[in-house]
């Protein structure tokens, strides 16, 4: 399940460009555990950011922020 505002493009540091950038910003929810027997209690937000620049993807897990 992924949720993506209309506009939700913000300005962020970019490694691989080396400067700040505009990047496309989404939320996922993950399945960590695959195997587990019931997947979808082992589901995770992630922060998904995409450079709009370069296409590099970054994804946190928010969790851990």
Known sequence: M???A???A?????ETCERAT???VRIELRVE???ADNPGCS???YRVSRCL???TTDARRM???
Do not use: G, K
Request: proline letters at 12%; aromatic letters at 4%; charged letters at 35%.
């Open 10 to 14: 913000v300005r962020e540091f970019c």
């Open 43 to 45: 589901r995770e937000p």
């Open 22 to 24: 505009r990047h496309a």
């Open 63 to 65: 969790s851990d922020a």
């Open 2 to 4: 992924t949720t993506t």
């Open 33 to 35: 555990s695959p195997d």
């Open 6 to 8: 209309p506009d939700s």
């Open 53 to 55: 620049v370069c296409e």
